[in-house]
């Protein structure tokens, strides 16, 4: 065991400057994350770059950077365990400093003073807990910094709130979070993160316990936003969307499509939507919205608009359709099912004819078959991909 550590420490001393210079460094490892097939499930893109991080200290962080910067679990219990030991770790109260070293010094530094990590003794088994797989305060504080985009999928268990406010006073440059119906989710453990300040896309689909008091505070500290998603997140009103839309001009995409409490969301928040960011993706479904609303968000996003999903809003008529026809030119998604008062077809099939995504109930689909029969026009109307 001590030949093969020296062998290590004898390769670093005789490696090339080059590499011992940060800015390669790091560039070799962007490559190794760049290559990585997405499409190949046999080899993970940890395995791509595991290696690196028993080279030294250097080689450790720019791995570490790449290998923490996107993180994803699931609902299976393996992502359950190995999310409770990321928290674990990242959570783990430090004693020490962390080391005030440079790059630079970090590339040509004596290699005896840097911490070298024994790769014939790592344990890849999650420990139960964080006593069991302790991590020195320097690469911990490397992981802290390097998380950019959080995304839990499923997650039921009650535990993560726990998990994720604890995990939020450690990860302060989040920018990307995404709490895909987890049920358990409530205020307090997202606002941490959106205190932060640094978020530009929050997705709560199906986190159906925010309330207006979070996303008020979105609005207040990201004044960068880009994406927010709060599908099925019945609590959400016209308060906290209006101070989106005047506090987050870079907002591109808005979903607040829901099956209850209809009421919440109307033309109040919508116009000020229409008339203050740069949305072009839109998700209204199941909204209490009306044609003046629909007319003004046609005529102030016109050729920037892209998709908009309007399903179950009963009170939308033809003005509705005829204005984003007009209007939005490069428009490539229409969604309009259940929309009973929605009836001109012939701007249907104009919208057909330029390549635009329809989704259609089967009585819709019934009547404009009938109108296309009736006037002898063909309509192949096609839905957007799910």
Not at 215 to 239: F, G, M, N, W, Y
Request: aromatic fraction near 6%; include cysteine; glycine fraction near 2%.
């Amino acid at each position: 065991m001590d030949h093969r550590i020296g062998c290590i420490h004898r390769h670093q001393k005789d490696s090339h400057l080059v590499f011992r210079l940060p800015e390669v460094v790091n560039l070799i490892v962007q490559h190794l994350v760049k290559d990585y097939d997405t499409s190949s499930p046999s080899k993970s893109l940890f395995d791509w770059i595991y290696p690196c991080l028993f080279v030294n200290r250097l080689w450790h962080d720019c791995a570490a950077r790449n290998m923490y910067r996107n993180l994803t679990f699931g609902q299976g219990q393996h992502d359950l365990n190995a999310f409770q030991n990321f928290v674990s770790i990242l959570g783990q109260h430090t004693t020490t400093a962390p080391l005030q070293m440079s790059p630079a010094s970090l590339a040509i530094g004596n290699k005896d003073d840097i911490p070298m990590i024994d790769p014939y003794q790592v344990d890849s088994s999650p420990p139960s807990n964080i006593n069991e797989n302790e991590v020195d305060d320097p690469r911990v504080s490397v992981y802290r910094r390097s998380v950019r985009h959080l995304t839990l999928y499923k997650v039921k268990d009650d535990s993560v709130t726990d998990k994720l406010t604890c995990l939020s006073k450690h990860v302060r440059r989040l920018e990307h979070l995404e709490l895909y119906i987890c049920e358990p989710i409530i205020d307090s453990a997202v606002q941490p993160f959106v205190m932060a300040g640094h978020l530009t896309y929050l997705s709560l689909a199906g986190s159906f316990q925010v309330t207006d008091k979070l996303i008020h505070a979105v609005a207040k500290h990201c004044s960068r936003l880009q994406h927010l998603d709060l599908r099925a997140c019945s609590e959400i009103s016209d308060d906290s969307i209006s101070s989106v839309a005047l506090h987050c001009p870079s907002l591109e995409h808005l979903n607040v499509g829901r099956i209850k409490e209809r009421h919440r969301i109307t033309s109040r928040s919508i116009n000020l939507i229409a008339e203050n960011t740069k949305v072009r993706v839109l998700g209204f479904a199941g909204c209490d919205l009306d044609d003046e609303c629909m007319i003004r968000l046609a005529v102030h996003r016109n050729r920037f608009m892209e998709r908009i999903s309007v399903n179950n809003c009963h009170r939308l008529s033809n003005a509705s359709i005829r204005a984003f026809a007009k209007h939005c030119t490069k428009l490539s998604v229409f969604e309009m099912k259940e929309c009973h008062l929605i009836d001109d077809w012939d701007t249907v099939a104009q919208l057909v004819e330029r390549k635009v995504l329809l989704t259609l109930c089967e009585q819709q689909n019934r009547a404009c078959a009938q109108w296309a029969k009736t006037n002898g026009r063909i309509i192949r109307v096609k839905a957007p991909y799910k």
